[in-house]
């Protein structure tokens, strides 16, 4: 908002450094973006102090005056002004000095006398003034001083930023009482009652609110036998100095005392007004309506309008309409002021893209005291300026009480507590009351605090508190080092599995990313889920950015293929991605229920480096070793079953993954339909873990071991086995049978072909055994293989090759 400060001078007295005001303001809690200085720039005039006027020797209308600029010795100067004067403190330009109207002072000799700057008029500084003789400054000017500080060069504009609870701010009203609250005096009120004479208001109209909710209060006063005409220059000058066009003297005077009082008023032509009758009411369906702008709009049914008899004339609280706009040819007028619902106001004002100044008021909230003020006080200016009467009894009706504070209870004692203050009970009325809040004291505690009816943000007892430091000054707390007793914090399990997933997935090599949380329904079915799939139960945004956004996600995959497929078509070569991140479910009732999930997907990549080596191990196996890494990283031990399940992966390659004999996610190849569904051409596998589940699991317990000196033994076993026997079952019966000398044991081959049976499938195992202690014996590591040998036998049918 832009304010002057001749205008805010008005109303109540200013410091005489507008930059301190402005600081002081900022320090309250009303940031002042920027200072516009009006006029010419005079920080290179300084202030002379004339010390002796004496006669010019060759020139009857010059003279040669001795002249203070604060420094060492005066200097001289000719001037030809004829009210210079010994003892005047004037504006003087040095040689060097560029005037306002661009010319540079040299120095110079006027008829044989050097003349050493010039004594400036106020023509020749570009500011109001008699431009006959020079610019006398006030007594007070000290010599050698910017000349600028002590000229008025014209109105300062503050750029002020209003925060959205405080529509009182948006007016000088406002402001001035800010700068009361801060300096203290009293506001200077302008006379607002009209004079009023003729027929009384109700015989030219009648008014009803048809929709109290949207409308608290509505003012409509009656003057006749206007004349409409360009408004007086001060009230140009005014309007100009804020932004506001001036149009006529009647449009002008509403917004003057819009930016006066921040209370919307509109005017209507009552020529125009059909039936003699105001209602405000609903828009009704199909209703639209030209507004001054001259744009036709589409009008809704939760719009606010104010209606004559036949139509619409105006959108309420936004803008009025062009079928009852005042014209050079009105002479009666109907003046509007009203108090709307700031939310209906907002909605419709979004809605038709229509922000005004109207608006941007009535969305924050207007004072229900100043409503008939305000109407009072523009019809007074009317007719002062465009001539005509007022009508006497002006037609005021209430619709629904909008929500205020009747009283709040205050605590000193919770004051001091909040802020690190220390104030008496009488202290924080004292503060209090500078912002108009009526403080009794209840106890010696306690205040009982009723808000002024412009303050609609005050509800709760910590608003009142935040007043109390406003007023008493951010600056003046004090500062303490809080009093408390440091403890080390837990991050909740949910943390360190989410960041344990993240750890340990970065560190097998694939790359964070994070998507949107919404998805749209068709990835559902692209995944092949079933319709009894729990992952179907998606909760639907109401008011979705896009239908590609509609549904918040039940599991990470179709985020995660949607990347690998981007990526493939960017050429990345290959692709390893993964996210950890929340999905939804729906419950009826209730809240979405919100599982932490991590989701992992990787690609072959097609080409091959120069020193690539030997094929690399396929694909679904370093899926598979990048699931048990992680989960061994959070400190599970993962088991992998098959068949999976999953539609989306490929029957043959893929594991359900389980934690203490709970299905806790799933890995595997992509399935081919499911791959073309999603535009994945390249070899893709994907990870998905239920981190949430595993949150009820028992983690391994970490035990740590001397590392030994002694040498460690191998033994490589070959076993031909029925190839429907799971391979991490055999490992996991050899680790239980070998005895506590095995300290690895490794599967590094698998094998079926020329020279194993049909339906036989060679496994290579390697087990090592080690003591801490000494070194093994050959029959100890015999005894220990040979029993291996034997479960194998005797529990999978196994055969050494």
């Known amino acids: 908002m832009r304010l002057s400060t001749g205008w805010l001078a008005e109303w109540i007295d200013l410091p005489e450094d507008v930059d301190v005001l402005a600081d002081r303001l900022t320090m309250a809690g009303i940031e002042i973006e920027g200072i516009e200085r009006a006029g010419s720039d005079l920080s290179a005039i300084r202030v002379g102090h004339v010390l002796e006027r004496n006669p010019h020797p060759n020139a009857d209308r010059l003279s040669v005056c001795s002249v203070d600029l604060g420094g060492d010795a005066p200097v001289e100067i000719v001037c030809g002004a004829p009210n210079v004067a010994a003892g005047q403190k004037v504006a003087v330009a040095v040689p060097g000095t560029v005037l306002p109207d661009g ?13 050493q700057g010039m004594i400036c008029s106020s023509e020749e500084l570009g500011v109001p003034g008699d431009a006959a003789g020079i610019l006398l400054l006030p007594e007070a000017a000290p010599p050698g001083a910017c000349a600028g500080d002590w000229i008025d060069t014209g109105d300062t504009i503050l750029d002020v930023a209003i925060t959205p609870n405080r529509g009182d701010w948006v007016s000088v009203l406002g402001i001035a009482r800010e ?11 302008p006379d607002c009652a009209p004079e009023e004479k003729g027929a009384p208001t109700a015989d030219a109209i009648r008014v009803a609110i048809d929709d109290a909710e949207g409308c608290h209060r509505y003012v409509a006063r009656i003057i006749r036998g206007v004349r409409v005409a360009p408004s007086p220059d001060w009230v140009q000058k005014k309007l100009e100095a804020i932004g506001v066009r001036p149009i006529n003297n009647v449009v002008d005077l509403t917004n003057l005392v819009l930016a006066e009082m921040g209370q919307p008023l509109h005017a209507f032509d009552l020529a125009k007004i059909s039936g003699a009758e105001i209602r405000v009411r609903p828009a009704r369906v199909g209703e639209s309506i030209e507004t001054l702008d001259g744009v036709e709009r589409p009008l809704e049914a939760t719009d606010l309008v104010i209606a004559d008899a036949q139509r619409a004339i105006a959108i309420a609280g936004v803008m009025g309409g062009s079928n009852s706009e005042v014209s050079d040819a009105s002479v009666d007028l109907l003046i509007e002021s009203a108090q709307f619902h700031p939310s209906r106001v907002r909605k419709t004002a979004r809605r038709l893209g229509l922000q005004t100044e109207a608006s941007y008021r009535f969305e924050r909230g207007v004072d229900p005291e100043g409503v008939a003020r305000a109407a009072d006080r523009v019809s007074r200016l009317i007719a002062e300026i465009a001539g005509g009467t007022v009508a006497p ?3 005021s009706i209430d619709g629904s009480a909008p929500q205020t504070a009747e009283s709040i209870s205050l605590s000193t004692a919770r004051t001091n507590r909040l802020l690190g203050t220390d104030l008496a009970t009488p202290q924080v009325a004292q503060l209090l009351q500078r912002i108009d809040v009526e403080c009794e004291p209840a106890d010696a505690d306690h205040l009982v605090c009723r808000p002024p009816s412009y303050r609609n943000d005050l509800f709760i007892p910590q608003d009142l508190i935040e007043e109390v430091a406003r007023i008493y000054g951010y600056d003046e707390i004090p500062t303490t080092l809080p009093a408390a007793q440091l403890q080390v914090g837990l991050r909740p399990l949910r943390r360190v599995l989410a960041d344990g997933a993240r750890d340990a997935l970065r560190d097998s090599g694939l790359v964070e990313v994070m998507s949107f949380s919404a998805i749209p329904p068709g990835d559902l079915d692209a995944l092949g889920l079933s319709s009894e799939d729990p992952r179907r139960n998606a909760v639907r945004l109401l008011n979705p950015i896009a239908e590609e956004a509609s549904i918040l996600r039940t599991t990470l995959l179709p985020s995660l293929l949607r990347g690998v497929q981007r990526n493939l078509n960017y050429q990345v070569d290959p692709v390893r991605m993964f996210e950890v991140s ?14 932490n999930w991590a989701a992992a997907a990787l690609t072959r990549g097609e080409s091959r480096l120069l020193w690539g080596g030997t094929d690399p191990a396929p694909l679904f196996f370093e899926g598979k070793g990048i699931a048990e890494r992680l989960l061994s990283a959070l400190g599970y031990a993962a088991e992998f079953r098959s068949p999976c399940g999953e539609p989306f992966l490929h029957p043959g390659a893929s594991s359900a993954i389980a934690v203490s004999g709970q299905s806790v996610g799933a890995m595997g190849e992509l399935h081919p339909e499911c791959a073309a569904r999603f535009g994945i051409e390249a070899p893709c596998v994907v990870i998905v873990v239920d981190l949430t589940a595993l949150e009820a699991l028992p983690a391994r317990e970490i035990r740590y071991r001397e590392v030994s000196r002694h040498p460690a033994v191998r033994r490589d076993l070959a076993v031909l086995l029925d190839r429907s026997v799971a391979a991490g079952e055999v490992v996991e019966a050899i680790r239980k049978t070998a005895g506590n000398n095995l300290t690895s044991m490794d599967l590094f081959d698998r094998y079926e072909g020329k020279g194993v049976p049909d339906g036989k499938v060679s496994l290579a195992l390697r087990l090592t055994f080690q003591r801490i202690d000494r070194t093994l014996t050959e029959p100890e590591v015999a005894k220990a293989a040979d029993r291996v040998i034997k479960m194998l036998a005797e529990r999978f049918g196994g055969q050494l090759r």
């Not at 540079?104 to 003349?115: D, M, P, Q």
């Not at 700068?179 to 200077?188: E, F, I, K």
């Not at 929340?582 to 599982?595: D, I, K, T, Y």
């Open 582 to 595: 929340r999905v939804f479910h729906a419950r009826p009732g209730e809240l979405p229920e919100e599982r």
């Open 393 to 395: 009894a002006p037609i």
């Open 179 to 189: 700068v009361r609250a801060a300096y203290g005096g009293d506001l200077r009120w």
């Open 103 to 115: 010319t540079k002072l040299k120095k110079s000799k006027i008829r044989g006398v050097a003349s």
